[in-house]
């Protein structure tokens, strides 16, 4: 007898999305497009158009009104989902009495976010920080993971035990909450010890909303091949890529984790090691998707967490991307009114404005670096080599005078103090202007 076919993978699993909103003001509130992409990066498929109330007082015991909660269970029975997913952060009692009333099981916006960050970390760092995350979201819910234990409540025999599993539960999690902070406090001083030995370098960091394009970007700028896709959370671990500026200056251009609306704190915590480049750069681009009908918002997120983390985006450049999938341009001067930062139009699909983009960094570097003359004997062949590596000379000439070669030049502190150390006596060095900007790194 011939077998039929055996898929070769597990079918995805189908969600209703539903949500619960309290200021109709907010733009971004008045759909569920946002819980969409997330479900689909989960790896899941979203089933039916999805739920949303507007209700100012939340129901502390199930969030949504009693009504709406019977329209989702009506739902449910017609789409037959394998989970639900509120794009709303749940209490631990909430999810409990949801899952009752529909028979299904809830997932919230935290724990589908946290699932996504899953199944991308990539490095030990990266695991680790998530890890830490979903033990901190899961530690107040050990209850609701224990719920087959209430068919035996009262029970003879059954009550002591039970409650001492959920104690050394809560106990075990606690202990490896402890450990997780412990080994990341060891990996940020570590990245706080890296980013501080590129000195010689000007830094340069990636930030932005999920899907803005900052991978895209890097690739373009550092003829990288770095993992791009059109999904949120392409990218969890920094990359630093090296950039020659069309100057001849090399600086280091780093990735970092796209942020969002409503981001746990918990993650943004616990993800705190891998923002070090971002938190110590020298300069910040703010990588916006331009052609997104939320952009403000988008950009309110990022600002928002970063001003968590101690971090201004006054001093930051504005790249607008995306800007070939514009339908209207005026929409960018909207976007950039009222707002005292230096901004660029790009498309990092196209390559469209990187040439301005280029222009407006080697102007920033510009301001942080001196201008300088370098004299060395003729036959230093490793001093030219080093200070080519760094930078393309303004000026190439030989003073006869003292019988030096001579390379004018624009460095950073950091860069010429590494190069007077390497080449020692044989390097002299005559600053024709100061540097105009203290370097912020």
């Known amino acids: ?36 992409g997330l479900v689909e990066a989960a790896g899941a498929e979203v089933v039916g158009d999805g739920l949303l109330q507007w209700r100012e007082t939340p129901s502390p015991a199930t969030l949504f009104g009693k009504g709406k909660v ?8 017609h789409l037959r989902p394998d989970l639900v997913v509120v794009d709303n952060d749940l209490t631990p009692a909430q999810a409990r009495n949801l899952e009752k009333a529909w028979n299904k099981r809830i997932v919230d916006r935290s724990e589908l976010i946290l699932d996504i960050f899953a ?29 087959h234990l209430e068919r035996m409540e009262g029970a003879v025999g059954t009550r002591g035990p039970g409650e001492t599993q959920l104690e050394t539960d809560k106990r075990l999690i606690k202990r490896r909450i402890q450990d997780l902070k412990l080994e990341l406090e060891a990996i940020e001083a570590r990245k706080q010890r890296e980013v501080r030995t590129r000195g ?9 909303y999920t899907n803005a394009g900052k991978s895209t970007l890097l690739n373009k700028l550092t003829n990288s091949e770095e ?16 950039w020659r500026l069309s100057d001849g200056r090399t600086v280091l251009l780093s990735d970092t984790v796209g942020f969002l609306q409503r981001l746990p704190h918990h993650l943004v915590a616990s993800f705190h090691a891998t923002l070090e480049e971002a938190l110590h750069a020298d300069l910040l681009l703010h990588v916006v998707d331009g052609s997104h009908p939320h952009a403000d918002q988008q950009m309110a997120a ?77 036959r230093s062949g490793r001093i030219e080599a080093a200070v080519r590596k760094l930078c393309a000379p303004i000026e190439d000439d030989y003073d006869a005078e003292r019988s030096l070669r001579r390379l004018r030049v624009r460095l950073t502190e950091g860069a010429l103090g590494n190069l007077m150390r390497s080449a020692g006596r044989e390097l002299v060095v005559e600053t024709i202007a100061a540097a105009s900007e203290p370097r912020l790194a």
């Open 1 to 36: 007898m011939k077998k039929g076919a055996q898929p070769t993978r597990a079918p995805r699993e189908r969600a209703l999305v539903v949500g619960h909103r309290v200021d109709r003001r907010d733009a971004q509130a008045h759909d569920l497009s946002e819980a969409f």
């Open 70 to 77: 019977e329209e989702i269970r009506l739902e449910i029975e």
């Open 119 to 147: 199944r991308r970390a990539k490095t030990q760092q990266a695991r680790l920080q998530v890890e830490l995350a979903q033990n901190e979201y899961l530690a107040p819910r050990l209850r609701r993971m224990w719920t």
């Open 200 to 208: 010689d370098l000007f830094t340069i960091g990636l930030v932005g």
């Open 227 to 242: 993992f791009v896709a059109d999904m949120l959370f392409a990218t969890l671990d920094t990359r630093t890529r090296q």
């Open 302 to 378: 990022v600002e928002e967490v970063l001003a968590s983390l101690g971090k201004d985006l006054s001093d930051a450049i504005i790249v607008f991307n995306k800007t070939d999938a514009l339908d209207d341009p005026l929409k960018l001067q909207y976007l950039r009114q009222g707002r005292p930062q230096e901004v660029v139009h790009i498309s990092a699909r196209t390559g469209a404005g990187l040439d301005a983009l280029n222009a407006a960094v080697q102007r920033r570097l510009d301001r942080r670096s001196a201008l300088v003359d370098l004299y060395f004997p003729l």
